[in-house]
């Protein structure tokens, strides 16, 4: 079993940063690959970023690149998202995920964060 912990999320305005945080706690964190996804209202769930466990491979998705970044310290059980030049479209609800292999898409994950809300004002 993993537990999931994210923070960082709030309200901020259009063209600003945040950083979200998930904290991981369980199963050898660094053998995980760990993903951040969000879902708006109304919106099927959908893939943000994915680091795997050696940070050798990275996924975004296309309305993400050039804006948010994806990291880890295995040495504190952490991913981070990085988020710059947010965007109203980017309000969301954030997951942070684990799964023991890399995917890009969110049903191949088996662990689950609560969730951080993202709220993006203009």
């Known amino acids: 079993q993993v537990q999931l912990v994210e923070s960082g999320g709030g309200l901020v305005q259009t063209g600003g940063s945040l950083r979200l945080s998930c904290a991981a706690s369980?199963?050898?964190?660094?053998?995980?690959?760990m993903g951040w996804f969000r879902q708006a209202p109304g919106k099927e769930r959908g893939l943000v970023a994915a680091v795997s466990w050696g940070s050798v491979n990275t996924g975004y998705a296309d309305s993400v690149k050039g804006r948010f970044t994806i990291s880890r310290d295995n040495a504190k059980n952490t991913v981070y998202l990085q988020m710059n030049s947010l965007k109203s479209e980017d309000t969301a609800v954030y997951y942070c995920?684990?799964?023991?292999?890399?995917?890009?898409?969110?049903?191949?994950?088996?662990?689950w964060g609560q969730g951080t809300q993202v709220t993006v004002s203009s």
């Open positions: 369980g199963r050898a964190f660094s053998s995980l690959t």
């Open positions: 995920a684990a799964n023991p292999n890399f995917s890009l898409y969110y049903r191949d994950y088996p662990y």
